[in-house]
């Protein structure tokens, strides 16, 4: 049956390849992004966030069956809080009462196997305490101590650990909303291209995420787990982070956590 989702970062990379798996399979795909999509917003702002419900409640008559939360930034940039902590929070809870009018409601967030390495605790508490200010102004910190490599991976902590303590409220696992996280490795797409380009980057990339299975992934192999996490398929998986990562997590983790 079709179903109608709505997709950030739509318009490159792993949303893109999600987006278009799910279209050839005749579903509606409202795509929002920096450019190029139905949904024009900009998710580091509160403008654009509210935007994007609004617009979104517009073009899917006030009820969505799934929503892919992909958008993201990487770098050391700060602005990496707005939109990969933020951005991602207000997507999934400005569009909740979109779902709640759908059939067979589903919501996913694209994390990161980077969730895993060591981050900056005050960048995750301030933004898990939904204080976008306090937040931003520890990534400015951080950089400024020339730590910013540690604001990508704070944000995504703060992403995972917010799917952790949120899936299971009565707002998305009492509404029959499974709500979960994906944490893929490195998959190579715009946003790694530079970070790929040459060999000694590519040896920090590889050595901070380590894939023994296949190595780096294309998107189009991210996007079938994202199609089945937001099937009615998937009844009972709620509240997880599930990595897709070529073994990265099993590598850097080992057996003390599953
Ligand atoms: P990408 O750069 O190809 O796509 C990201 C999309 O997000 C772009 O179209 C961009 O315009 C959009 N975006 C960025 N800032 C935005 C904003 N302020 N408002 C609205 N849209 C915005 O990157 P990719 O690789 O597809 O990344 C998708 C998600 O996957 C991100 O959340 C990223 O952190 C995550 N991820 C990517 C990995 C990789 O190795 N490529 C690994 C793990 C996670």
Redesign the pocket.
Known sequence: MSRTYLI?????????ATATRLAAQGHTVIG????DADVV?????PE?RAHLVARTGELSGGRLDAVI??????GFEP?AV???YF??VATLEGLRPLLAAGTDPRAVV?????SVHPHDTAITDAALAGDEDTALAAARAAADRGEGYAI?GST?AAVARWIRRTAATADWAGAGIPLNAI??????????APMLAGPELRKVVDETVPMPLHG??R?EQIAPLLDWLTSPENELVTGQVVFIDGGADAVLRGDRTW
């Open positions: 950030t970062g739509a318009a490159s990379g792993i949303g893109r929002a992004d920096l450019v917003a900009d998710l580091a702002t654009g939360a992909s958008a993201g930034l990487a602005r707005s939109v990969n951005g991602a694209v994390g990161s196997a980077a990508y995504k944490a893929p490795g490195t998959v190579v797409t715009p946003m790694t780096h992934a998107p």
